[in-house]
């Protein structure tokens, strides 16, 4: 089987690593991402095309089945590592190469699975093995509520036969449920119930395909009744923020209806990584504005990497995250300020991407005062497109000031996502106006709304009461 | 002037003995290989590192991993159709390729290879919205209609200047076009339906500033719930595909194999090359163009001005004869 090792460790050599980034963990997220980027390793954006599960940060109450389920998810030969504190990334990639390298540990797990395979209840029949490896070429259940139930023609002879409508056809969407493990929330069905009052199905409204039941329609914009079908988006996402889950109805890639759920439940320390030296300036420790300013300026390009990444302006989005590390690394000024300035001039001169996002998630002056919300996205006060230029400008200024030395002004409290001495984070005020700005949007344009916005969940969680200001 | 017009395609474009029906798949997977490795290594520099060979091989390490990973499914997918539609966008690619010519051999030389490529780039319509429908999970399924959203732009600028190219040469057959480019490339005087038409490989190839229907922000689209082989069937399919627009553009605008001092196969092998590089250097320049955004553009703008450029060749043609 040298073929077969040697491909192995082909594969070992570069594996795509899915990050996970657990609320609380940001410092980790940025250097296992920037070590991936050293090594040049490619990420992954489902566990479907992941070699490695990278889970940055402790455990959280929350995410223990997403985790189970993404893991479920990815094919062999894969593995799944997890780093607590930063500097633990390296140690956590390297120990990923050798487990995916090592064929005696590939050849044994691909040996348990064939026999938990052979002794299982359900037999996938005469499906034949696409991959002639070691890891035994078998089909792989996805989603742990349904398993055993077979190919869709397990449902026909419930039917009439040749009057029977998949109900693709109608809206266009079939038994969907959930989207694929992209966003890790395998949810029972939540819906009951067949066809409303379309005959022409003649299923005698009990079509159950693979167990699951049919979605239920409803108006859509149009006037059309639709289906509609729940979508959970995160927390299990490339490029979505830590710890948002976004629970959408859909119908077609239209979002219904948005509701926001934060995962909770996380005792670690509160507050967000980005903002630390305004508490820590808050807590009587001498800060200065350079610090600061580089710590809003490195969480503006983190923001702006993850708005680009899902514009699918991949090679920009490097560019700022390099950035990002390069202003995090303390790279002096007269360095940064160049590439920054390139950059920005780079992507705020881009007409296509001006183009594509002019007229999304537009936020209306009422509505961001009457939610709270204060930063930079009030002050863009328009749409997606606004927003990130304000995002660049914000950086240029910021970038302009890095070698600023005078002690930070523990009042002057702007932190990247807003004022921080208001009644709640800046996070939470965004997090609220964002259901309203996604009704109506775009799968597409929801994604860029979320992204444009950037709330970060960490802020949501209370700081201790020892190091807050109050 | 006269001359060309009775220069006939036999004397530019052979048929290609019987053999060549196996070296062609080959040399197309070639230069599929030599496009991913160099999307590979820009997309390394793109990280501000310098040029290393490990770059080059981070596709290898892919494929390798695709070839020994068991495939993957999901609850209740549609697996013929699922592996239909990844694995025609593929053979959708070595089809269109036969009409295309290597210097002077072709391996089929059809009297209408136009329109035989462009039949075989609409069988992936089906092939990757089928893709997208088998594994029955709402991402891939977005993916899928979004390749017709953007099929619904790309589409008719595309044929436009096909049949602009066709028309200048006032035949389909490809040897004709080439040999309709002595005096002067297409290119020249015919740009706009080579940038139209580069524009279209782009989007049938689902790549670039067109990757809408596999785009990051629906997890990968059609690609989001497929593994191991069908994932690596499809991944090589998109570049089958670009490989194959890139070499037909050679013949159809560039003019073939015709070149000084050089043999043919030669030319044909630079332009083709030259080509692709320019497509795989312009894939990451741009953010993902939306469909619902791009319609209105290709709509309203592409088709009157792509209209206008085919009238071009017509009034030219009509003025010679």
């Given at each position: ?120 209840p359900q037999d996938r029949g005469a499906q ?11 089909d792989?259940p996805?989603?742990?509520?349904h398993q055993g139930h077979g190919e869709r023609g397990a449902h026909d002879p ?51 395909p693979a167990g ?259 | ?72 499914t999901?609850v209740a997918p549609d697996r ?242």
């Amino acid at each position: 089987m040298d073929l077969i090792g040697g491909l192995l460790r082909l594969a070992a050599t570069r594996p795509r690593v899915l990050v996970v980034p657990m609320p609380g963990a940001t410092a980790v997220r940025v250097a296992v991402e920037g070590e991936l980027r050293r090594r040049g390793w490619p990420t992954a954006a489902v566990p479907a095309e992941a070699g490695v599960l990278f889970v940055t940060g402790g455990e959280v109450p929350g995410f223990a089945e997403l985790l189970d389920e993404a893991e479920r998810g990815m094919i062999p030969p894969a593995c799944c590592v997890r780093a607590r504190r930063p500097g633990e990334a390296a140690e956590a990639l390297d120990a990923a190469r050798r487990h995916l390298a090592n064929l005696d540990v590939q050849r044994s797990a691909a040996r348990a699975r064939a026999d938990a395979r052979r002794g299982g209840p359900q037999d996938r029949g005469a499906q034949p093995a696409g991959g002639s490896g070691a890891p035994g070429g078998q089909d792989r259940p996805h989603g742990e509520p349904h398993q055993g139930h077979g190919e869709r023609g397990a449902h026909d002879p419930e039917q009439g036969g040749d009057q029977h409508q998949p109900a693709e056809d109608a809206g266009h969407h079939g038994h969907a449920q959930h989207g694929g493990t992209a966003h890790g929330h395998a949810r029972p069905p939540a819906q009951r119930g067949g066809h409303d009052g379309h005959g022409m199905h003649g299923m005698g409204g009990m079509g159950m395909p693979a167990g699951l039941p049919m979605a239920r329609r409803g108006e859509d914009r149009d006037g059309l009744r639709l289906d509609r079908l729940r979508l959970p988006l995160g927390p299990i996402l490339a490029d979505w923020p830590a710890g948002l889950l976004l629970r959408l109805t859909v119908q077609g890639d239209v979002v219904q209806r948005a509701d926001v759920e934060t995962v909770t439940g996380w005792d670690g320390e509160g507050g967000s990584w980005w903002t630390v030296p305004w508490w820590r300036a808050r807590s009587g420790e001498p800060v200065t504005v350079g610090e600061a300013v580089r710590r809003r300026a490195a969480a503006q390009m983190d923001s702006l990497g993850r708005f680009l990444a899902v514009a699918g302006w991949a090679d920009a989005a490097t560019t700022a995250r390099c950035l990002r590390d390069d202003l995090l690394a303390g790279t002096p000024q007269e360095v940064v300020r160049r590439r920054v300035g390139r950059f920005a001039h780079r992507v705020g001169r881009s007409w296509t991407l001006r183009w594509l996002t002019r007229g999304l998630g537009r936020l209306d002056a009422d509505t961001a005062a009457g939610a709270g919300v204060t930063g930079p996205a009030l002050r863009a006060g328009g749409d997606v497109t606004d927003r990130y230029r304000q995002w660049l400008a914000e950086v240029i200024e910021d970038v302009a000031g890095l070698d600023d030395g005078s002690p930070l002004d523990p009042t002057s409290a702007e932190g990247p996502r807003g004022r921080l001495d208001g009644r709640r984070p800046p996070s939470a005020a965004l997090v609220e106006v964002l259901p309203g700005l996604l009704a109506g949007a775009e799968l597409a344009g929801a994604r860029l709304i979320v992204a444009s916005l950037d709330p970060d969940v960490d802020e949501l969680i209370p700081q201790p009461v020892g190091s807050a200001g109050g | 002037m006269n001359s060309s017009r009775n220069l006939s395609g036999r004397q530019v474009v052979n048929p290609a003995p019987l053999w060549s029906v196996l070296l062609a798949p080959v040399a197309l997977a070639g230069f599929a290989v030599a496009a991913v490795t160099g999307d590979a290594v820009l997309a390394g520099r793109a990280t501000g590192r310098r040029f290393a060979v490990g770059m080059a091989v981070t596709p290898l390490a892919e494929a390798a991993r695709l070839l020994v990973a068991p495939p993957r499914t999901t609850v209740a997918p549609d697996r013929l159709l699922w592996r239909l539609g990844g694995a025609g966008v593929a053979v959708a690619a070595v089809l269109a390729v036969a009409v295309v010519p290597l210097g002077d051999r072709v391996v089929v030389d059809l009297d209408v290879g136009v329109v035989w490529f462009n039949a075989m780039e609409v069988v992936t319509w089906a092939a990757v919205w089928l893709a997208g429908w088998g594994p029955n999970a709402l991402f891939p399924l977005v993916g899928g209609y979004r390749f017709v959203a953007q099929g619904l732009a790309y589409q008719l600028p595309f044929m436009l200047a096909l049949i602009t190219a066709a028309t200048g040469a006032q035949s389909l057959r490809i040897a004709d076009i080439v040999a309709a480019q002595r005096q002067l490339w297409f290119v020249v005087w015919m740009p706009v339906a080579f940038l139209v038409y580069l524009a279209g490989v782009l989007a049938f190839s689902f790549l670039g500033p067109f990757d809408y229907p596999a785009a990051r922000d629906i997890a990968g689209g059609v690609l989001a719930e497929t593994g191991g082989v069908d994932r690596l069937m499809l991944l090589a399919g998109r570049w089958l595909l670009l490989t194959a627009g890139a070499a037909m553009a050679v013949p159809l605008f560039l003019g073939g194999g015709l070149g000084p001092l050089l043999p043919a196969w030669v030319w044909s092998l630079v332009k083709t090359v030259a080509v692709l590089a320019v497509l795989v250097y312009l894939r990451r320049r741009l953010p993902t163009i939306r469909a619902d955004r791009y319609v209105e553009l290709a709509w309203v703008v592409l088709i009157p001005v792509a209209v206008a450029q085919a009238l071009v060749p017509a009034l030219v043609v009509l003025g010679r004869g």
